[in-house]
């Protein structure tokens, strides 16, 4: 079983900065693809990044050049670096895995998610 703690979290002005930060256990990290999802008020799930086991990433167009997924395997940690971050970035914010090959893209994918993290982006 694998267990997802995201943290970072909180409340920053529109064009600022923050890291989101999820630490697994009960697996090592780099037989895991790993994700980041988002879902605001009354939106559906959304994906956001993807950072597959060798560290290829994928990003959903609203954030690409902005966002930055890594992994660190031996600190068994993924990152999500949010720049220039906007209003519309207000969202609670989830880490995901999978085992199988390939990225996390879709959330249908994932097998296992963390509690998630409030983000929310003043303007």
């Known amino acids: 079983q694998v267990q997802l703690v995201e943290s970072g979290g909180g409340l920053v002005q529109a064009g600022g900065s923050l890291r989101l930060s999820c630490a697994a256990s009960?697996?090592?990290?780099?037989?895991?693809?790993m994700g980041w999802f988002r879902q605001a008020p009354g939106k559906e799930r959304e994906f956001v990044a993807a950072?597959?086991?060798?560290?290829?990433?994928s990003y959903a167009d609203s954030v690409k050049g902005r966002f930055t997924g890594s992994r660190d395997n031996a600190k068994n940690t993924v990152y999500l670096q949010m720049n220039s971050l906007k209003p519309e970035d207000t969202a609670v914010y989830y880490c995901?895995?999978?085992?199988?090959?390939?990225?996390?893209?879709?959330?249908?994918?994932?097998?296992?998610w963390g509690q998630g993290t409030q983000v929310t982006v003043s303007s």
């Open positions: 950072i597959g086991r060798s560290g290829t990433t």
């Open positions: 995901a895995a999978k085992s199988s090959s390939g990225l996390l893209i879709k959330d249908t994918s994932a097998a296992y």
């Open positions: 009960g697996r090592t990290l780099s037989s895991l693809g």
